[in-house]
Nanobody
Framework: QVQLVESGGGLVQAGGSLRLSCAASGRIFSINDMGWYRQAPGKQRELVAGVSRSGATNYADSVKGRFTISRDNAKNTVYLQMNSLKPEDTAIYYC??????????WGQGTQVTVSS
């Protein structure tokens, strides 16, 4: 059993910052990719940012230059630093990990609301 616990969401004004964290625990042999997705009301879930085990990163065009993803392999934790937040960033943010197997797991989601 693998558990993902997310934290760091909340309400912030446009232009502000938030930092999301996602810690994985349980029967984990090796985590390959880690990432953050988001889903706004009425929209499909979309990839925000991903980071491989080697540290290679990729970002959605809409967040490039504003968001930074990072990971701590010793702690099985992935972070998302979000700066210059915009109202259109409002969504539920989900952590995702892909482990050796392969198998994928999702966090429960954390709400991010950006007011104008």
């Amino acid at each position: 059993q693998v558990q993902l616990v997310e934290s760091g969401g909340g309400l912030v004004q446009a232009g502000g910052s938030l930092r999301l964290s996602c810690a994985a625990s349980g029967r984990i042999f090796s985590i390959n990719d880690m990432g953050w997705y988001r889903q706004a009301p009425g929209k499909q879930r979309e990839l925000v940012a991903g980071v491989s085990r080697s540290g290679a990163t990729n970002y959605a065009d809409s967040v490039k230059g504003r968001f930074t993803i990072s990971r701590d392999n010793a702690k099985n934790t992935v972070y998302l630093q979000m700066n210059s937040l915009k109202p259109e960033d409002t969504a539920i943010y989900y952590c995702n990990i892909v482990v050796f197997g392969p198998a994928a797991y999702w966090g429960q989601g954390t709400q991010v609301t950006v007011s104008s």
